[in-house]
């Protein structure tokens, strides 16, 4: 490893709850990032940003779709604002390409770096470039694709080979090790958690057209009032277990939703009782209601699930149904106050006190 990578003078001391992780190298970086977002990363960045200090603690943990390559330059751009908001002085980035070798490339094994490695090295020099006027030095990055991993960094064949480096699977490892006797726990697929959310399909995808058809041309049947009382009533049900909704009912529900009085009246119910009970229906009722709806009027719900999931401490989740949303409609702006405030220092209770102060009861956080 070449010192200018930074590795070995400083290694990383990854901060959770329950651990500290210490990555002292590329391959602890990439081992690393699924127990640190709690999801095996697919067509992601992750982004560690290194807050100031002699120890360089890992502080904010970003994860984000993979851009096409015409975006490159403006995700950089944010990227960068994000990682400056929270403080950060450093970064690492692990970039995920997904997606089986094309036809006539270099297999794993081979000399040479896989096909994704170079596609996606403009997306690293942008960040690199973006994250210097900013005052952000990255001291890492790499690719991850076809099972193995290659730093854009280094450059000594010994420690990082030309033809990548076969990825460590097991929970033998020092860092595997360490994130199992801290309890956390096995990383979930990202792709999984995306289906969660997933539009309607099939046979439901003909009955929510039509539903969504009928009730649109009648549009008292979705009018605040009557959305309110519904929402509040499917509330209750879905607490106590029941959680059907038929075709023309949840039209309503999503429809009424978007109006932005609507939202934040729902958007308000999260936290109000003690325990998560509540939160975990009213996820469950946002997640049934995303389900069946088609953008952009999926934007609410997802935002709201991603509300609800932020609320009870999923912020993995909390952070697929967001994105969600934002591909529903990339300017709706609940979601992206939300995806900003997801990926802030802040907790969701301190951003709850500052939104509905009126609404929020006098308990103890």
């Known amino acids: 490893m070449n010192d200018t990578d930074g590795f070995d003078r400083t290694p990383f001391v990854v901060m959770s709850p329950q651990s500290v992780l210490r990555v002292r190298s590329p391959a602890d970086l990439v081992e690393a990032v699924p127990y640190l977002i709690g999801v095996r990363p697919t067509d992601s960045v992750v982004l560690l940003g290194i807050l100031p200090g002699e120890r360089s603690r890992v502080g904010p943990v970003l994860r984000h779709d993979l851009p096409p390559p015409a975006d490159f330059e403006q995700a950089a751009d944010h990227f960068a604002r994000l990682l400056a ?7 690492a980035v692990a970039i995920y390409a997904d997606g089986a070798q094309p036809a006539g490339s270099a297999a794993a094994g081979e000399a040479g770096p896989a096909p994704a490695v170079e596609r996606l090295r403009p997306l690293h020099t942008a960040i690199a470039r973006v994250c210097a006027r900013h005052t952000i030095e990255v001291r890492e990055a790499v690719c991850v ?48 958690l995306v289906r969660r959310f997933r539009p309607p399909e099939y046979a439901m995808r003909e009955l929510m057209m039509r539903a969504y058809t009928s009730v649109r041309s009648d549009p008292k049947a979705y009018s605040p009032e009557r959305t309110l009382t519904a929402l509040t009533g499917h509330r209750a049900r879905f607490r106590a277990g029941d959680t059907t909704i038929e075709p023309a009912e949840a039209a309503r529900l999503v429809l009424g939703l978007g109006d932005a009085r609507v939202r934040d009246e729902a958007m308000a119910w999260h936290g109000e009782q003690s325990g ?13 209601l995303a389900r069946r709806a088609f953008a952009p009027a999926s934007a609410p719900p997802l935002t709201l699930a991603a509300w609800a999931a932020w609320t009870i401490g999923d912020g993995v989740l909390a952070r697929v149904a967001v994105t969600g949303a934002l591909r529903a409609d990339t300017g709706y702006t609940m979601a992206r106050l939300l995806h900003s405030a997801i990926n802030s220092p802040l907790s969701a209770a301190e951003v709850r006190r500052r939104i509905f102060r009126d609404a929020v009861t006098n308990r103890a956080p």
């Open 145 to 192: 694709t076809a099972e193995r991993w290659w730093s854009y960094g280094c450059t000594d064949a010994d420690c990082c080979p030309s033809e990548g480096t076969p990825l460590r699977t097991g929970r033998d490892s020092t860092v595997a090790a360490t994130a199992v006797w801290a309890g956390l726990p096995e990383p979930v697929s990202l792709a999984e």
């Open 276 to 288: 998560d009970a509540d939160d975990q229906a009213l996820l469950a009722l946002w997640t049934a």
């Open 85 to 91: 908001r929270t403080g950060a002085r450093g970064v």
